[in-house]
């Protein structure tokens, strides 16, 4: 199944490439989505990496969910607002540039420790705010130029980098490194992430997860088939520490592997001990057997 952040992130990407209008040797604001989108026809021959986003939600199906403005700083005010702002990364979310976020906007596609994946238009390849296309850029996470974004209510939930959002219904923490791919599907946990209200997680009948078997279920001598979906989950998601496997019996491979996926959830110290807590084992999303 997809999700509303998916759809929104490959609408975006479609339209890398494009350009505005180009006359007497000038790019000059004129594109095909102000009149695209009812209410902001006015915007045509204006700065349009706003009125990008809100194209963008309207076709993939997210209206609602964003601002319909031509203005960053009405878009920023909007999330505010619905108390929906952070200073953190969001897959999908809208980021906003500038002093108050009011010089530039995209969306967030994707984030590392340093660095944040964004689709923005009427930019260049220098990253101008007043460029002459869609690009796909890399910027500095922690960069002054970068002043926050907004987080879409999705129905499926949202994945992002905020440590206040952790205990949130409706939200999948991943502190370091995050892409479209950590998006839940639309409606597989009942409309949002797994486990984020603090739950025993991914335990719902029918939502295809296995539930959380406690923190005791994991210890030397356990032998399951749970364990070894796990693994596999886990080798998936690039943290695996097996020489070999992984196999149903616990071991410390399994449980470096775990710490492995806690670390990448963004999660230390005592949270990242290698034995699965509720909502790190919600967000692996282990398959039932």
Not at 92 to 118: D, K, L, N, R
Not at 167 to 189: C, I, N, V
Not at 195 to 214: I, L, N, T, V
Request: charged share 20%.
């Amino acid at each position: 199944m997809s999700s509303n952040a998916a759809d929104l992130i490959n609408v975006a990407r479609d339209q890398v490439g494009y350009h505005e209008g180009r006359e007497g040797g000038h790019w000059n604001n004129i594109q095909k989505f102000s009149p695209a989108v009812p209410g902001l026809e006015w915007s045509q021959g204006e700065a349009w990496c706003a009125t990008f986003v809100a194209w963008c939600a309207q076709e993939s199906g997210n209206a609602g969910r964003f601002p319909v403005t031509a203005s960053c700083a009405e878009g920023v005010a909007w999330f505010k607002e619905r108390d929906r702002f952070t200073e953190y990364p969001v897959i999908g979310g809208q980021v906003f540039f500038g002093p108050g976020g009011g010089s530039h906007t995209g969306i967030c596609v994707a984030y590392t420790a340093s660095t944040i994946t964004t689709v923005e238009a009427n930019t260049n390849d220098g990253g101008s705010s007043e460029g002459d296309g869609v690009y796909m850029k890399t910027r500095e996470r922690r960069s002054d130029w970068v002043y926050g974004y907004g987080i879409p209510e999705f129905s499926e939930g949202v994945v992002l980098a905020d440590p206040e959002w952790k205990d949130r219904a409706g939200a999948l923490y991943f502190g370091q490194e995050a892409s479209p791919t950590d998006s839940p599907s639309d409606g597989a946990a009942g409309g949002s992430a797994p486990a984020a209200d603090g739950g025993s997680g991914g335990g719902d009948a029918g939502d295809g997860y296995e539930p959380f078997p406690g923190a005791e279920f994991f210890h030397d001598g356990q032998n399951s088939d749970v364990i070894t979906r796990m693994g596999e989950r886990l080798v998936a998601e690039g943290c695996s520490a097996y020489a070999e496997g992984p196999g149903p019996e616990w071991s410390d491979a399994d449980c470096e592997s775990f710490r492995n996926w806690q670390h990448k959830l963004g999660d230390s110290g005592s949270d990242a001990d290698g034995i699965p807590g509720p909502k790190q084992w919600a967000a692996l999303q282990v398959p039932r057997g």
